[in-house]
T-cell receptor, first 109, second 114 residues
Framework: GQNIDQPTEMTATEGAIVQINCTYQ??????LFWYQQHAGEAPTFLSY??LDGLEEKGRFSSFLSRSKGYSYLLLKELQMKDSASYLCAVLDSNYQLIWGAGTKLIIKP | GAGVSQSPRYKVAKRGQDVALRCDPI?????LFWYQQALGQGPEFLTYFQNEAQLDKSGLPSDRFFAERPEGSVSTLKIQRTQQEDSAVYLCASTLAGEVNEQYFGPGTRLTVT
């Protein structure tokens, strides 16, 4: 079966750095997405990786290793508004998005 | 409008009632997706349209669920004879042509079946 694993919840301090990991086992791979979802709101796109390596976009970076079935989202200089759920999703061989359950990130002052 | 809109935002239905959920995608977006999201979970794929054609409906949980997009823009997800396990947030997303494009999500419809 297809599986996306990410931690249920993480806590970090304002101004610090946090890394949210995602491992996946899917039938085929056409890229990995990270989305941010605030409580009661729609997911919003953060990043897309299809090749191995690190993609940096401001305070957020996303890394992919296809051979390991592994990705992480790195958030720097954390702000209170970064408190949200972070969803990892893989595009499988049928171009269907397979979603993880999300990691709830709690930022403390 | 600027983004994907969905209506109603909240719907309470008695068990056995039929409901219809509407999605207005971003103008010009070819692909439209419906997802079901339970509390504390990621979205689960329901169905996918490219223009008016429903190319994948493998995620629809039962034949009580039906989706259409007759003119290739607005889509409706209909649930017949609702059951308590249908309670969830139903998200709609749209993209430009091309499966790997980022999906733009609507705010969702929270359905509660009592």
């Amino acid at each position: 079966g297809q599986n996306i694993d990410q931690p249920t919840e993480m806590t970090a301090t304002e101004g610090a750095i946090v890394q949210i990991n995602c491992t996946y086992q899917t039938s085929g791979f056409n890229g990995l997405f990270w989305y941010q979802q605030h409580a009661g709101e729609a997911p919003t796109f953060l990043s897309y990786n299809v090749l191995d390596g690190l993609e940096e976009k401001g305070r957020f970076s996303s890394f992919l290793s296809r051979s390991k079935g592994y990705s992480y989202l790195l958030l720097k200089e954390l702000q209170m508004k970064d408190s949200a759920s972070y969803l990892c999703a893989v595009l499988d061989s049928n171009y269907q998005l397979i979603w993880g359950a999300g990691t709830k990130l709690i930022i403390k002052p | 409008g600027a983004g994907v809109s969905q209506s109603p935002r909240y719907k309470v239905a008695k068990r056995g009632q039929d409901v219809a959920l509407r999605c207005d995608p971003i103008s010009g977006h070819v692909s439209l997706f419906w997802y079901q999201q339970a509390l504390g979970q990621g979205p689960e794929f329901l169905t996918y349209f490219q223009n008016e054609a429903q190319l994948d409906k493998s995620g629809l949980p039962s034949d009580r669920f039906f989706a259409e997009r007759p003119e290739g823009s607005v889509s409706t997800l209909k649930i017949q004879r609702t059951q308590q396990e249908d309670s969830a947030v139903y998200l709609c997303a749209s993209t430009l042509a091309g499966e790997v494009n980022e999906q733009y999500f609507g705010p969702g419809t929270r359905l509660t079946v009592t």
